[in-house]
């Protein structure tokens, strides 16, 4: 599986983006897509994430101005960020995870980052 992330650029607090994944490889073994997001000296943390059932989770940080979603047709999960603050400041990450029969994570793919910063 490899992933591809896009989107990310500088913008004004306030404003939006869209945040983009495009997977390829083997598709057929993705159970969740996951965004993940790392600011500078702090640890990686989950913002959002997406089953294959399409059920979704955020960050409680992030809920109400994130949004996941996908479009099968074209293999892309997408995260949509909404009134950016400049502490959504950071790097971004997407990945893939592949799940036993228990749900329990057994690989996880990721790509690269994409780089949002926002100014005050």
């Known amino acids: 599986v490899q992933l591809q992330a896009s989107g990310g650029g500088l913008v004004q607090a306030g404003g939006s983006l869209r945040l983009s994944c495009a997977a390829s490889g083997k598709i057929s073994i993705i159970n969740a897509v996951e965004w993940y997001r790392q600011a500078p000296g702090k640890q990686r943390e989950l913002v959002a994430k997406i089953t294959r059932s399409g059920d979704t989770n955020y960050a409680d940080s992030v809920k109400g101005r994130f949004s996941i979603s996908r479009d099968n047709a074209e293999n892309t999960v997408y995260l949509q960020i909404n009134s950016l603050k400049p502490g959504d400041t950071a790097v971004y990450y997407c990945?893939?995870?592949?799940?036993?029969?228990?749900?329990?994570?057994?690989?996880?793919?990721w790509g690269q980052g994409t780089l949002v910063t926002v100014s005050s």
């Open positions: 990945a893939a995870d592949t799940w036993d029969p228990t749900e329990t994570v057994v690989a996880r793919y």
